[in-house]
C-alpha cells in the first residue's frame, strides 16, 4: 500500500509516518520503481503495535529501544520480556492512581448530589 493508503489504515500523518523513518522505528520500507514508499502487513501490524505503546504512554525513547531490540532478532527476546514488563508495571501503577483520582472525584459528586456542598 502507499503513504496514503498506509497513512489512512493506521491514522497517522505521512509526516509522522516520514519521522518514524527518520529516527528508526520504521526501517526498510520498500519503495517501488518510481521511489514511492510500499507499505507491507508486516508495517502494518508494527505501526499498531507502536501506536498501542504509545497509547499506554510508553515513552518513545523506550520505544525505540524495544524497535532496537527486536531488529537485533531472537537474541533480545529477553530483553525485550524485560522492557515491556517494566511497561507493564508502570502502566498499573498508572491505572491505580487514575483509579484513586475516579474515585475521589465521585466522591465529590455524590456531595453535590447530596446536597452536602454549597
Known amino acids: ?9 493506521v491514522a497517522l500523518s505521512s509526516h509522522t509516518l516520514r519521522y518514524y523513518e527518520k529516527i528508526g522505528l520504521l526501517k526498510d520500507i520498500h519503495r517501488n520503481s518510481s521511489g514511492h514508499r510500499v507499505y507491507t502487513p508486516k508495517d502494518l ?7 498501542r505503546l504509545k ?8 520505544i525505540l529501544e524495544y524497535a ?11 530483553q ?4 515491556l514488563e ?10 491505580e492512581q487514575q483509579k484513586m483520582h475516579l474515585s475521589a472525584l465521585e466522591d ?4 453535590y448530589k447530596n446536597g452536602k456542598v454549597l
Open 1 to 9: 500500500m502507499n503513504m496514503s493508503e498506509f497513512s489512512n489504515a
Open 45 to 51: 501490524a508494527w505501526i499498531g503495535f507502536v501506536k
Open 55 to 62: 497509547d499506554t504512554a510508553m515513552p518513545l525513547e523506550d
Open 68 to 78: 532496537k531490540l527486536r531488529e537485533a532478532g531472537s537474541i533480545s527476546v529477553m
Open 80 to 83: 525485550r520480556q524485560a522492557l
Open 86 to 95: 517494566r511497561h507493564k508495571a508502570n502502566l498499573q501503577e498508572h491505572i
Open 108 to 111: 465529590k459528586i455524590d456531595l
